[in-house]
T-cell receptor, first 121, second 107 residues
Framework: GAVVSQHPSWVICKSGTSVKIECRSLDFQATTMFWYRQFPKQSLMLMATSNEGSKATYEQGVEKDKFLINHASLTLSTLTVTSAHPEDSSFYIC?????????????????FGNGTRLTVT | GIQVEQSPPDLILQEGANSTLRCNFSDSVNNLQWFHQNPWGQLINLFYIPSGTKQNGRLSATTVATERYSLLYISSSQTTDSGVYFCAVGYGNKLVFGAGTILRVKS
């Protein structure tokens, strides 16, 4: 259980275009999803927290107008990289935390998608 | 914010050897997970271990929350164990990652 699907796995786009990445929780409801970015040979850095039905919370230094996040349902969050530039080339990974409807609590382990490798030429 | 330090940063092992990876954190946490990232970038969830000890085959982990550290043990290492091992701690509603340990197992 607790599968997170991310699409696409990789994408190449031209500078100035926009790219949308989808993150889906397949077998559980995720009221909260997280978007991370990983540059080569570095760790994962949290970009933003995506809450279903409300605005995302961005980490310091992350441009909210450049990285648009939409979490319109309990199973889908999207990250759109707008007007992409070569410096946006990176590995983007989403994760989700399951909502336990019985205890009305967020179960603690985070489940991760397989990531999207973005290359901007 | 919280600091998460992993050691060693790099580790080279001969196949069959044992190893211990360490994760220190600077504040109380509500979650701790160990991950293995394979060469394709996929994060494999090894353990969810905010406290105590767990074992899964050749891997085991121990977290001593009161002393703010966790250990990941790999026994009888195999070449397929190569990759990057991350410790991540829950701080508030966020999961904060350490810098990772790069493990290379030679045959």
């Amino acid at each position: 259980g607790a599968v997170v699907s991310q699409h696409p796995s990789w994408v190449i786009c031209k500078s100035g275009t926009s790219v949308k990445i989808e993150c889906r929780s397949l077998d559980f409801q995720a009221t909260t999803m997280f978007w991370y970015r990983q540059f080569p040979k570095q760790s994962l850095m949290l970009m933003a927290t995506s809450n279903e039905g409300s605005k995302a919370t961005y980490e310091q230094g992350v441009e909210k107008d450049k990285f648009l996040i939409n979490h319109a349902s309990l199973t889908l969050s999207t990250l759109t990289v707008t007007s992409a530039h070569p410096e946006d080339s990176s590995f983007y990974i989403c994760s989700a935390r399951a909502w336990d409807s019985l205890s009305k609590a967020l179960t603690s382990p985070l489940h991760f998608g397989n990531g999207t490798r973005l290359t901007v030429t | 914010g919280i600091q998460v330090e992993q050691s060693p940063p790099d580790l080279i092992l001969q196949e069959g050897a044992n190893s211990t990876l360490r994760c220190n954190f600077s504040d109380s946490v509500n979650n701790l997970q160990w991950f293995h990232q394979n060469p394709w970038g996929q994060l494999i969830n090894l353990f969810y271990i905010p406290s105590g000890t767990k074992q899964n085959g050749r891997l085991s982990a121990t977290t001593v929350a009161t002393e703010r550290y966790s250990l990941l043990y790999i026994s009888s290492s195999q070449t397929t164990d190569s990759g990057v091992y991350f410790c991540a701690v829950g701080y508030g509603n966020k999961l904060v990652f350490g810098a990772g340990t790069i493990l290379r197992v030679k045959s």
